[in-house]
Structure formats: structure tokens, C-alpha cells
């Protein structure tokens, strides 16, 4: 399936892999299915700041603390964000498939710390059976990303 992401990478020409897998919502459950090990795995959490709508990029296997990505961004709320409160920003994703690529959908990306230790970085391609996996330098170039730490 064509989506956004993949156009945008080949636009950029950057080598990228895209891997199918069995049905699978969960990010943990993805990453298993794909045999890509939970760190490496990046789930994309829509949270909002202060009434501005962003993208939380984190490790599959870790949780994110609100209190820590509240204060290290200097918000007074930060707060989940439904589904249902921001599936019109991703029109061409399947809902909760969403790439962690805010800069094609308007949104500030704050990601992790732990995630740059990784040399490769693998992530919802839009829908709930495809994964896209490409080097992290490539993903931290294209997307410009606020490395912060708020997960566990």
C-alpha cells in the first residue's frame, strides 16, 4: 500500500525496508512478529501540550511517564490524546498506525533518549500490518526530533 511515509522516503532518497507481518496492534506485539527487539521498536503516542497536538516516540517496550515529558517541555498539561480526538490528522493511516514522522502531519516530535542507541529504527508504516525499518541517522536527519527522557 502507497502511504505518505513511503512517498516522503523515496522522495528524500533514503533506503528504507518495509516488512510485512501478521495483523498485530500493540507495538510489542508488532515488534515479536517481526522478530525486531522491543527497544528498537518505536511506538508514536499522540499527546497534548497545552492544547497542541504532538507525537511522543518512544521504545515499544517502555512506558512513558507524563509528569517527566510535562516538565521537560515546560507545559503546564500534557495529557493523552484518543484516538478518536486526532484520526483526522492522519487520513491515510489506519487508526494508531501513524508513522512517528510529525514533520508530514503538522506535529512536534519529542522522542527518547533511549532510542538513539540505536544504530536502526523500525515503526508503524500506516497501517496495522507493515512496519518500516531504516537507519536511525536517516530518521533523526528527516524528522529533527527533541530528544528528551520521559519513559521507564
Do not use: W
Not at 516516540?57 to 512506558?63: D, E, G
Not at 498539561?77 to 491515510?92: A, G, I, R, Y
Amino acid at each position: 500500500m502507497r502511504t505518505r511515509i513511503k512517498d516522503y522516503l523515496d522522495k528524500q532518497g533514503v533506503h528504507y525496508e518495509c516488512l510485512e507481518h501478521p495483523l498485530a496492534y500493540t507495538m510489542q506485539e508488532v515488534a515479536s512478529l517481526a522478530h525486531i527487539p522491543g527497544h528498537q521498536m518505536a511506538k508514536t503516542v499522540i499527546v497534548d501540550l497545552d492544547g497542541d497536538l504532538a507525537m511522543a516516540v518512544l521504545p515499544a517496550n517502555k512506558k512513558m511517564i507524563l509528569q517527566d515529558l510535562r516538565d521537560l517541555t515546560g507545559s503546564e498539561q500534557v495529557k493523552f490524546v484518543s484516538e478518536t480526538d486526532f484520526q483526522k490528522k492522519f487520513p491515510d493511516c489506519e487508526p494508531g498506525a501513524m508513522p512517528p514522522f510529525g514533520n508530514l502531519y503538522d506535529m512536534e516530535v519529542f522522542m527518547a533518549e533511549s532510542l538513539t542507541d540505536n544504530s536502526e529504527i523500525a515503526f508503524n508504516a500506516g497501517t496495522h500490518t507493515e512496519i518500516i525499518k531504516m537507519s536511525f541517522a536517516d530518521f533523526e536527519r528527516l524528522v529533527e526530533p527533541k530528544v528528551l527522557s520521559f519513559t521507564n
